[in-house]
């Protein structure tokens, strides 16, 4: 099986695929370029991986630019924080 295989281009700033799914979750995240997916809070911490792209995780207090594959931002529970996508962005997020 292959990531790229899971989700489609769509005409979506944003689009979310469930990978998984028991005790956590993993996502297949895909942003446009210049997508935004807006503010929000973790309930539980969360990691953020690049697949391809360049994508910005943003807090009030920290920004973190995600441009080589394989990037990661570990993101605490119940902070505010939202990603844009400087390029066409995949991500995974596990939670």
């Keep these: 099986m292959n990531l790229s295989d899971i989700i489609t281009v769509a005409d979506k700033a944003v689009t979310a695929k469930n990978v998984l799914k028991a ?3 993993v996502t297949l995240l895909q942003i446009k370029k210049g997508g935004i997916l ?3 809070q973790s309930q539980t911490d969360a990691m953020l991986v690049l697949l ?3 994508a910005v995780y943003e ?3 920290r920004t973190v630019v995600l441009t080589k594959i394989h990037d990661f931002v570990q993101i ?3 902070v505010t924080h939202w990603v844009v996508g400087d390029e066409q962005s995949l991500l995974l ?3």
Excluded: R, Y
Aim: aromatic share 0%.
């Design 38 to 40: 807006n503010h929000h």
């Design 59 to 61: 807090e009030a207090e």
């Design 52 to 54: 391809s792209g360049k």
């Design 93 to 95: 997020l596990i939670q």
């Design 23 to 25: 005790t956590g979750t």
């Design 76 to 78: 605490p529970a119940k």
